[in-house]
């Protein structure tokens, strides 16, 4: 069953399961549902999943939860690994130093990792509107990779209709296009004046909206989100850190019981959720180290306690992914550490005061699973150029993962870095790291120079954006977006 990170507010049920929690993602006072219990994994669990795939391992876990979904379901939805570059190991890990390891989410269809929780949690969730006949419109806000991920999922599924919110001017090009082009009359795709947490609080005051979710009834459609606000998604992304685990004992680099680091450049926190949870369930985790960029909100609150948004403006970076600084999900490891009632103070004195301070102890047990640390765009170019050098090549956000990795690590352990995108996202930064020079490269060109220099593969899905037509082309005030929504869904 799920809980509520606010607690309840008596007018809805005070437990539900996880296909309600999954439809109806917005719980009591403006919270978010949690499972209300973790399953445990132990050494012999981990031991058997050296024998299995990543698909196998994927069902296992999830039937840990006792999700109220059908197996079948869900086998159909993890088969929507098939669709990344190699479907037998659709997440290799890659060893770039002795102690260092990089775990690639990025081989699915839309080039980031997103894709890991998406692709699958899009089959269930269409799964449910049909089963239940009833239409959904799911909103999603995107710095630029859940945009392309969400609509690549549910392009032309039944009863699910899609509106994606990108800031305009705030993602790549390549990101762009990847959404602006997209085909599927169930889509909308809609650029805001505005930067990323825009997109995402109108994206929570819609949710939050009587007045929209009136005006969706009148055309028999509910309202639900794709962000990773939603647990649909969080599941999935507790998988990969346990297979990143088991990657390395299968290949010899670690003994069963070993701890390991776990890098992950952070931005809504959703990636880093998952590797807590899976620490709490049992994975030998030392320690979760979070990599942020100048938008280091992150750092202070895991190094200082404090939550404070009154001086920061968000900043634009050359990770774009992670120019956030209200990260949603930080809510679900309050809950679980300090509970409902604390949580709750700590989020209202947030909304009024746009700033919250732990206590001492509070700050000690936040401190226990995790550490942080933040580089700014030179530190990330440089260690992009180190790498391609030495031949292997990492996106701008990857390569935040290594301040944490020369400074963090206290023990001699194994290290594993997510890599959340392929740098094809990300090529004029790619080259400007290379060629240390700051010329506005177009993503075209220095996607086809990179490839050249260094040798490197652009997949199709990439190449072929710049051939196709425009077919979204709004552009629209942050006080339009509820019209232009209306306006798709009549
Ligand atoms: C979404 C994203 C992140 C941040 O992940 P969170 O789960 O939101 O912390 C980091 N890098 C890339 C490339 C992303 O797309």
């Known amino acids: 069953m799920f809980i509520e990170?606010?607690?309840?507010?008596?007018?809805?049920?005070?437990?539900?399961e996880f296909s309600y929690a999954i439809m109806n993602p917005s719980a009591s006072f403006g919270g978010l549902y949690v499972p209300a219990f973790l399953p445990k994994i132990d050494l012999e669990f981990l031991k058997e999943a050296t024998k299995k795939s990543y698909k196998e391992l994927t069902l296992d876990v999830l039937k840990l939860f006792k999700i109220d979904i059908k197996e079948s379901v869900l086998k159909e939805a993890i088969?929507?690994?098939?669709?990344?570059?190699?479907?037998?190991?659709?997440?290799?890990?890659?060893?770039i130093k002795d102690d260092l390891f990089v775990n690639e989410l990025y081989?699915?269809?839309?080039?980031?990792?997103?894709?890991?929780?998406?692709?699958?949690?899009?089959?269930?969730?269409?799964?449910?509107?049909?089963?239940?006949?009833?239409?959904?419109?799911?909103?999603?806000?995107?710095?630029?990779?859940?945009?392309?991920?969400?609509?690549?999922?549910f392009s032309n599924r039944p009863n699910i209709k899609v509106a994606c919110l990108y800031p305009n001017g705030g993602t790549s090009?390549?990101?762009?296009?990847?959404?602006?082009?997209?085909?599927?009359?169930?889509?909308k795709v809609i650029g805001i004046e505005g930067n990323f947490d825009d997109a995402q609080s109108a994206l929570k005051s819609l949710l939050a909206s009587q007045t929209f979710k009136d005006e969706l009834e009148k055309s028999d459609i509910k309202l639900s989100a794709a962000n990773s606000v939603n647990f649909g998604r969080i599941i999935f992304q507790i998988v990969y850190h346990i297979y990143a685990?088991?990657?390395?004992?299968?290949?010899?680099?670690?003994?069963?019981?070993?701890?390991?680091?776990?890098?992950?450049?952070?931005?809504?926190?959703?990636?880093?959720?998952?590797?807590y949870y899976a620490k709490k369930m049992g994975l030998p985790i030392e320690k979760i180290l979070i990599a942020s960029n100048i938008n280091n909100i992150l750092t202070d609150l895991i190094t200082k306690g404090e939550y404070d948004l009154r001086d920061r403006k968000l900043l634009l970076t050359t990770s774009p992914a992670m120019d956030i600084l209200i990260s949603s999900n930080v809510e679900r490891v309050l809950f679980d550490k300090f509970g409902a009632k604390r949580t709750k103070e700590l989020m209202d004195e947030l909304k009024q005061n746009?700033?919250?301070?732990?206590?001492?102890?509070?700050?000690n047990e936040l401190q226990e699973d995790f550490s942080a640390i933040w580089c700014d765009d030179s530190f990330a170019k440089e260690t992009i150029?180190?790498?391609?050098?030495?031949?292997?090549?990492?996106?701008?956000?990857?390569?935040?993962?290594?301040k944490a990795y020369n400074e963090l690590k206290e023990k001699e352990l194994a290290c594993v870095m997510c890599s959340t995108a392929e740098w094809t996202k990300f090529a004029p930064t790619m080259l400007n790291a290379i060629k240390e020079d700051d010329k506005r490269y177009s993503d075209k060109e220095a996607l086809e120079e990179i490839s050249k220099e260094l040798k490197v593969k652009i997949p199709q899905s990439i190449s072929s954006l710049f051939e196709k037509e425009i077919t979204h082309k709004d552009v629209v005030k942050k006080e339009d977006i509820e019209s232009n929504i209306l306006g798709f869904i009549k």
Do not use: W
């Not at 088969?79 to 060893?95: G, Q, R, S």
């Not at 090009?173 to 889509?187: A, E, F, I, S, Y």
């Not at 790498?387 to 935040?400: E, K, L, R």
């Open 79 to 95: 088969d929507l690994y098939d669709k990344f570059d190699n479907p037998n190991e659709p997440v290799p890990l890659a060893k």
């Open 107 to 153: 081989h699915g269809p839309t080039r980031a990792f997103k894709d890991m929780a998406l692709q699958p949690f899009g089959h269930i969730l269409s799964h449910l509107a049909k089963e239940q006949n009833q239409d959904y419109l799911i909103l999603a806000a995107t710095s630029g990779d859940t945009g392309p991920a969400t609509l690549e999922s």
């Open 245 to 275: 685990y088991v990657s390395l004992l299968k290949q010899n680099e670690i003994n069963l019981g070993d701890k390991f680091y776990q890098i992950v450049p952070s931005g809504n926190f959703g990636n880093a959720l998952g590797a």
């Open 173 to 187: 090009d390549v990101q762009r296009l990847q959404m602006v082009t997209v085909d599927g009359k169930n889509l």
């Open 385 to 402: 150029k180190e790498f391609a050098n030495g031949g292997y090549v990492m996106d701008p956000h990857t390569a935040t993962c290594l």
């Open 5 to 16: 990170t606010r607690g309840n507010d008596k007018t809805r049920a005070s437990e539900v």
């Open 354 to 363: 746009s700033v919250y301070k732990l206590s001492k102890e509070e700050l």
